[in-house]
């Protein structure tokens, strides 16, 4: 069920009416639980079972950590067994292919059979939503919750279940609280317009994106190098209006149920480094591998080649964690090698105060936009033919609708200014309230089938 389909909006009508007659009853995390089971399981029943079976491990795995002595066995099954159904969905193709192909290298006559199964939406979110908890209660950051109901609504919270933000239990279980306080005019406002700039990055940027980014990317054969790169411009752009887009009309959903979600997205094109680039781009994950993978291998607490090796690891998986392909095993690594690289310099007081803002900012997104060509490429041979022809080919037209070169930069523009000593002139009412007019009217006037998926979902 997409955000910006009927079938949401009538199902969220009946979902925050009830909410609001149950919110003062012990009814309420009842009426959230079923409603956010219902919302996962419109795309299959069946996968319901996998955010059960990953809820139940992890609160068990927390209830046994209390009571025993051997907390490192209990830590370990309940890590385990959330990997075990994500790496069983989302890697068990990409092994068996692997795995085919070094047979055939090996000239061996043995071939196996790739699982017939279609990937569970949002699948990695709740696990490591669900992790989190474990963990940190091991570490005892968290005390734990004695309501399996409440946490089975803390993993399964609808608005951000799919693609998140990834939050942590001291945040979102706390809010989930027996009595809910009470929704004041100012929550919903707010909500309701966090929601309709989210919606109008996905409808009337991202999905408008898509439209060129889809078909050169599709068949890179059949474009010159200019238009590589307009499309990679153009899909840096795409999925951070398509991803930031989600996150805030989730955190807006969430709002006007008077729950705060955490901030995912911080003008990531605004980075004036690759450190602060991942400060600044789906926060949530980041902190969740910075706190969860960098730290326990040793962080900085070493010497800096440990350090590196720490880091560069850490970047790896996390392109690993956004798909089964080698393309993005190649886009973890290059963001690898790019931080290793630049950490000594981005720290240096030359670089901070001699370096031209502009500068940083432009050679910092220049980097992410072609590291986006793995990302988003069909195959590693797609994405190593793109690179060639951007560097090789003849420049020409590149037939690109120059209306969303505008909204790229009008947007760009808006987050310089945010960023400014003139972000003063971006409170005043009268502009504020125009923006959300242009806004409005443009959703209802923009033609769209509303049947767009969000690119995170296959994540």
Not at 10 to 29: D, E, Q
Not at 41 to 61: D, E, K, M, Q, S
């Amino acid at each position: 069920m997409l955000f910006h389909t009927w079938h949401f909006l009538i199902f969220f009508i009946v979902v925050y009416a009830g909410y609001i007659l149950l919110k003062n009853s012990r009814f309420y995390l009842h009426w959230l639980l079923v409603a956010s089971y219902f919302f996962y399981g419109w795309w299959n029943p069946l996968y319901l079972l996998l955010i059960f079976f990953c809820t139940l491990a992890n609160y068990y795995a927390v209830v046994m950590l209390s009571r025993s002595s051997r907390k490192k066995l209990w830590l370990s099954c309940g890590i385990m067994l959330s990997l075990l159904s994500l790496g069983f969905f989302k890697y068990a193709g990409f092994v068996t292919e692997n795995v085919n192909r070094l047979l055939a290298f090996l000239n061996l006559s043995v071939s196996i059979s790739a699982p017939s199964i279609l990937l569970p939406v949002g699948i990695s979110f709740f696990t490591f939503q669900a992790m989190s908890y474990t963990i940190d209660f091991y570490r005892g950051n968290v005390e734990k919750e004695p309501s399996f109901l409440r946490f089975a609504t803390f993993v399964s919270f609808f608005p951000q279940l799919v693609a998140g933000p990834i939050e942590r239990s001291s945040n979102l279980i706390p809010q989930l609280s027996e009595k809910r306080p009470r929704i004041f005019s100012q929550d919903i406002s707010d909500g309701l317009s966090m929601f309709f700039v989210g919606l109008f990055k996905k409808v009337a940027l991202a999905d408008y994106l898509a439209l060129y980014v889809d078909k050169v990317y599709a068949a890179p054969l059949l474009f010159d190098g200019f238009s590589l790169l307009v499309a990679t411009f153009a899909f840096g752009w795409q999925i951070y209006f398509d991803f930031s887009g989600y996150t805030d009309m989730a955190r807006g959903i969430a709002k006007t149920m008077g729950i705060n979600l955490m901030l995912n997205f911080n003008n990531p094109y605004l980075a004036t480094g690759l450190g602060d680039f991942w400060n600044r781009w789906h926060i949530s994950l980041s902190t969740w591998f910075k706190d969860y993978v960098y730290i326990p291998l040793g962080g900085n607490r070493r010497e800096k080649f440990a350090t590196y090796k720490n880091m560069f690891i850490t970047m790896v998986v996390s392109g690993l964690w956004h798909g089964a392909a080698w393309t993005f095993v190649i886009w973890g690594t290059l963001h690898a090698f790019g931080r290793v690289l630049t950490r000594e310099l981005e720290r240096t007081n030359w670089y901070r105060e001699k370096v031209p803002l502009l500068v940083k900012r432009l050679s910092v997104f220049a980097f992410v936009t072609f590291t986006w060509i793995y990302f988003r490429a069909e195959s590693l041979t797609d994405a190593n033919l793109i690179v060639k022809k951007i560097f090789t080919t003849a420049w020409e037209n590149p037939d690109f609708p120059f209306f969303a070169f505008f909204f790229c930069f009008a947007v760009w523009i808006y987050q310089f200014i945010y960023e400014s000593r003139f972000r003063k002139i971006l409170e005043w009412a009268p502009l504020k309230a125009a923006i959300m007019l242009f806004i409005l009217f443009y959703l209802l006037i923009f033609n769209t089938s509303g049947n767009e998926s969000f690119i995170y979902f296959q994540f």
